[in-house]
């Protein structure tokens, strides 16, 4: 009988098998708010040099990878991609950008304020032209239902 009690015994103090479950639910809400973060950040990236774009209702072009956008204001300044560019300077930069990307054949986008001078903007298409860039391309929005 003595044997019996001391079993008794060792029985109520013996611990709880250990938990091997992971708790999921502070990973999930931290991932939601990272996801909430990125979309809300997301647009404000792509924001770029601030121009009125002309309308029209051509559809859009496929790509693969991050074009080279020139960009030209009202007051007559040229943007490579974010970066303010002298006329002089942008066939120079340009080529060595396309050099590493893909030559001659890369596609060159150019944003022209729907206010800025035509002049301006034929002035640096001729440039392209003349530098032997033969893939440009205008960058318009979706023309709106009036």
């Known amino acids: 009988m003595g044997g019996g009690a001391g079993g008794g015994r060792r029985g109520r103090h013996q611990r709880a098998p250990v938990m091997a479950e992971i708790n999921v639910t502070p990973m999930v809400d931290v991932m939601l708010v990272l996801l909430i973060i ?20 051509a559809k859009s072009l496929d790509q693969d990878k991050e074009p080279l956008t020139l960009s030209v204001q009202v007051s007559g300044k040229i943007f490579l991609n974010n970066t ?40 640096v298409m001729g440039r392209l032209s003349a530098a032997g860039f033969k893939r440009v391309a205008l960058v318009t929005e979706i023309e709106q239902g009036t």
């Open 38 to 57: 990125f979309m809300v950040s997301a647009p404000l990236l792509t924001v770029g040099v601030p121009l009125d774009l002309p309308q029209t209702a």
């Open 84 to 123: 303010e560019i002298s006329p002089d300077d942008l066939v120079a930069k340009l080529k060595a950008i396309t050099d590493a990307r893909g030559g001659t054949d890369e596609r060159i986008y150019v944003r022209g304020d729907t206010k800025a001078d035509y002049g301006t903007i034929m002035k």
